[in-house]
């Protein structure tokens, strides 16, 4: 069991470092923030956004929900996007899945899990969109690791739906990024979806002026 007194012993610790290396570190970190990335990931306790890419304060403005979820739905989500693109100007968005989801392997499940039913549900349609693909998949966990995949592409789309990131693309070019955290290698992985063709696909039916 986590000893809560050593999490503030170790952030002592940690603001000791700090201000060893920049006397000023808390006083330049307190001015504002300037990202150029809005990254959303999963709430899973093992993938740390900050940790796997290697980044600080004050780099990256992140936002975490079960599986990494753009529901529009989402009061939270959508208020993070909107804050994000529109006053934070961040030019890229990253949407960020793992492998060994507990939030994809709960959604493949016939069983009754309360209130996350109506949020699971989003990934249930995740794998009715694919499920011939995911069918042809007989190793269960490549099945999984591949509904990720997809999971994460289907997130793009719903990021690109919105008009925050429409209006930021036509007027600067803001770019969504697919990315996976392999947990059994610790490497980042990048889709690599052509979300170009996908923008301007989707843009013909929620085009916003």
Known sequence: ??????IFANNREWVAKKLQIDKKYFDSLSEDQNPDILYIGCSDSR????????????EVFVH??????????DLSTM??????VDYLKVNHIVVCGHYHCGGVE????STDLGILNPWLRNIRDVY????????SIQDERAKYDRLVELNVQEQCINLIKTPEVQKAYRSRKITVHGWIFDIYS???????????????EIMEIYHLD
């Not at 709960?106 to 499940?109: L, S």
């Open 64 to 73: 975490r929900n079960i599986a990494n979820m753009i529901p529009n739905t």
């Open 47 to 58: 993938v740390s956004a900050e940790e796997l890419m290697g980044v600080g304060p004050g």
């Open 79 to 84: 208020s993070t996007i909107h804050y994000a």
């Open 186 to 200: 610790g490497k980042l992985l990048d889709l690599n979806i052509n979300l170009e063709f996908l923008l301007k």
């Open 1 to 6: 069991m986590m000893n809560l007194k050593k």
């Open 128 to 135: 009715r969109l694919h499920r011939k693909e995911l069918d």
């Open 106 to 109: 709960a959604a493949m499940q």
